[in-house]
């Protein structure tokens, strides 16, 4: 999985144009100093123990295979590369999985291969193609065909293989099966030996994973709900079992010893006693041949390293050698690899219209700029580590109950291959929201759970779980009383760790981004139009508070109280309310101006106009749904009455004097304000009009701009030429591979695709 603050993905390979080669039509139209929030990708290298770089960080993702190779995920594909930066495999457009000793395991989407047996299996039965494993050489030929569930290599150049019943067993170098497929666990060769497990009730203990139930009964769960271990065996290089018996828990061979348990939670379901404490059983040593080399006195044991092992026993810590004998603690550790992955760590920060940063990355969060403000999440200090926060002292016995476990592996492994340490205890972090003004100084401290773009010199805040309004110097207009909207509350994880989420960038509706790999955010930033319910409009912001809305003004006076079901921002002066599913408007006295008595209505345009969806039989009788065929649309004014008379079955609300409207539920035209059309309804589908242009497509044609007179613009072609955006000069779009940059009307990529995630410009000058 990739470790990124921001989402990482390819970069594809086009030409640029400078801010020079700008078209001037374009150019003109950006004045003053606009910025816009991105977030750079977290990139890897490679640099040796004494910090110096080996490799610089432009890679995705670097993954240490053996013999001065790493798979390296460059630009959207996937190759091999030594410490020099030469490409053992180029990159490729597949999955490389593994590389050791000039063979690859690759994952290729094919047809499904249905089997008699197969068939039974209910959660294939409906999929047409599937992954599969196979094994290549450095020259993209095959030497093992993909047709297996599951691959992987062993050191030695065998190969683990798994069925499509999740069970695994061992193929030779050249792909013929050396045991055949009938455990529910097996590992890769170690010193010539192999742990396999028989009887397990989940096949897949790499992902065990156990939680607190709750801090106040101090019960662990299992997350993966049926997980206990089975019987655990030993496999020589021939496939014959080397251990006399069969053990509750065997970690994989390292230095000639492997770590086995006795008596533990991986025997049944019982994993904790009465006092809440997991039940560990006791831990010892195998030698090669199968014989308890240490026998299993321990509370828990770490593998050998350099020809010993730490290991705990009661509340003493401390290492013995490969006979059991208990030495001297060691200095330093000899490392068989001299290199280690660092990261160039990717945070936001904002660029201006040419593609500069104008405000360095610093920031784990961070929305557009509006009325000279944007909301951030300040990174920290520990922020720029690439991996989680580890403690190999620490095991699955000693955790206070404030913190949650993950159990990468049951066991803590460092070996030559430099896995992660496996026992990994995360603390919950709680970030905090504030403000930045257009220099990136901090305007308003970072204080708050979430904080929403400011409108008219507010802005709504989360704090502590509930919402408030605050003006720009960050004192409280509405104290922290509102309730969260339940679009909004939707929209929300709270208190979710690791989860993907979405950042509201403005405009597009649907920033993304996915969650840092070190971070525990309270909330989750909203999208789109949930974050319109809570701001402000023609000097009226929205409250919502016990199930029910209200309204209230810059100065934080309750001009309508919460009765409402739902209520729209005003245009026009007038709100739109709903109550017992009926709609009117009210006015900014609250006063209700329009009678709640329609099915629906629309907003009022600047032609003083709202759609409104009415049905004489279903007001009479006060059923919804019943006379749908009677349904029709026409306009209302400011004060009710009916400007056009409902006799639609289809109509938008106004834009430059023109409102799409249908009557057969196929065709679209435009009318004018006397409900007359303007523009013949033979289009499938319409759009509004936007600066004397608007996008329509037949179902026999391509999509086109037309005028107000119906007229096909030449000078613009959706996709490939669209008319300018005012209010945003450059917009941001992502290439193939997913990476985000800035485009013109053109199509000209004027800012590059080299960030993670893009927001809106903004002018803040």
């Known amino acids: 999985m990739l470790k990124s603050i921001c989402l990482t993905l390819g970069i594809v390979s086009v030409s640029f144009l400078t801010p020079a080669q700008v078209p001037a039509t374009v150019a003109s139209k950006i004045t003053g100093k606009w910025l816009a929030p991105a977030c750079k990708p977290r ?403 970072p204080k708050y759970d979430l904080a929403l773009p400011f409108q008219q010199g507010r802005a709504y805040v989360c704090f502590r779980d509930k919402w408030g309004i605050i003006d720009k110097k960050g004192n409280w207009i509405v104290q922290p009383i509102l309730d969260w909207p339940p679009s909004m509350t939707n929209s929300f994880e709270r208190n979710q760790r690791r989860s993907y989420s979405y950042l509201y960038l403005g405009g597009n509706d649907r920033g993304k981004m996915k969650e840092p790999v070190a971070e525990n955010l309270q909330y989750d930033v909203p999208y789109g139009r949930d974050v319109s319910i809570y701001q402000f409009q023609e000097g009226m912001g929205i409250i919502y508070k016990n199930g029910r809305y209200g309204v209230v003004d810059t100065s934080g006076k309750i001009i309508v109280a919460p009765l409402y079901n739902t209520i729209r921002h005003y245009q026009q002066g007038l709100a739109a309310v709903e109550l017992n599913e009926r709609w009117g408007f009210i006015d900014k006295m609250g006063k209700e101006v329009i009678p709640i008595a329609y099915m629906s209505v629309g907003d009022f345009a600047k032609e003083g106009l709202a759609w409104a969806r009415y049905s004489k039989l279903a007001a009479n009788a006060g059923d919804v749904e019943q006379y749908e065929d009677d349904v029709f649309y026409g306009y209302i004014n400011t004060k009710g009455e009916w400007a056009i008379q409902p006799k639609f079955v289809y109509l938008s609300e106004f834009s430059e004097g023109l409102a799409v409207a249908s009557v057969d539920y196929t065709n679209k035209g435009y009318i004018d304000k006397t409900g007359t059309f303007v523009i013949p309804p033979k289009y499938n589908t319409a759009y509004d009009f936007n600066n004397g242009l608007a996008w329509v497509a037949m179902a026999t044609l391509d999509a086109v701009y037309i005028d107000k007179k119906g007229k096909v613009s030449k000078l613009y072609i959706p996709n490939k030429k669209d008319p300018p955006q005012e209010n945003y000069p450059l917009v941001w779009r992502e290439d193939v591979n997913g990476r985000i940059g800035y485009q013109n009307n053109t199509g000209d990529w004027i800012i590059k695709p080299e960030y993670s995630i893009g927001g809106l410009f903004s002018k803040v000058e």
């Open 43 to 445: 990139l890897y290298g490679l640099e040796d123990t004494s910090g110096v770089q080996v490799l610089a960080p432009v890679y995705e993702e670097l993954t240490a295979q053996d013999n001065d190779a790493w798979i390296a995920a460059y630009y959207g594909k996937t190759g091999v590369v030594n410490s020099k930066g030469e490409w053992l495999v180029q990159p490729v457009n597949y999955p490389i999985l593994q590389y050791r000793a000039g063979k690859m395991i690759v994952q290729k989407k094919m047809l499904r291969k249905v089997t008699a047996d197969e068939q039974l299996v209910s959660y294939r039965e409906n999929t047409d193609s599937a992954f599969y494993f196979g094994v290549m050489d450095q020259l993209g030929n095959w030497l093992i065909d993909p047709q297996y569930n599951y691959l992987a290599l062993s050191d030695d150049g065998s190969l683990v293989f798994g069925n499509i019943y999740s069970n695994y067993g061992y193929l030779n170098a050249d792909g013929t099966v050396l045991v055949k497929a009938e455990y529910d666990f097996a590992d890769f060769f170690y010193d010539g030996r192999a742990v396999v497990s028989k009887g397990g009730s989940n096949s897949s203990y790499l992902n065990a994973l156990f939680a607190y139930e709750s801090t106040s009964e101090k019960k662990y769960i299992d997350m993966r709900a049926n997980y206990w271990g089975g019987k655990w065996s030993v496999l020589n290089q021939s496939g014959q079992l080397v251990t006399k018996i069969e053990y509750d828990y065997i970690r994989d061979y390292n230095e000639g010893r492997a770590a086995f348990n006795k008596g533990g939670i991986w025997k049944s379901s019982k994993r904790y006693d009465a006092s809440g404490k997991l039940i560990s059983g006791r831990w010892g040593f195998l030698d090669k041949e199968g014989n308890e080399i240490i026998a299993p006195i321990y509370d828990y044991v770490y593998d050998f390293e350099n020809g010993i092992a730490k290991v705990r026993l009661g509340e003493r810590i401390f290492w013995i050698d490969r006979d059991g004998k208990e030495v001297a603690a060691p200095t330093q550790f000899k490392r068989a690899n001299t290199l280690n992955i660092f990261c160039d760590p990717g945070f936001y920060g904002f660029i201006d219209q040419t593609g500069k940063w104008s405000i360095e990355p610093q920031f784990i969060r961070a929305g557009i700029f509006s009325e000279g403000l944007a909301a951030v999440v300040p990174m920290r200090a520990s922020d720029n580590v690439c991996e989680v926060a580890t403690d190999d002292n620490t095991d699955y016995e000693s955790l206070d109950d404030a913190y949650r476990i993950r159990l990468l592996r049951l066991g803590v492994r460092r070996s030559r291959r430099y896995e992660p340490v496996e026992t990994v205890i995360e603390t919950p972090v709680r970030r905090l929201y504030g403000y930045i003004d257009a220099s990136g100084k901090m305007s308003i401290a």
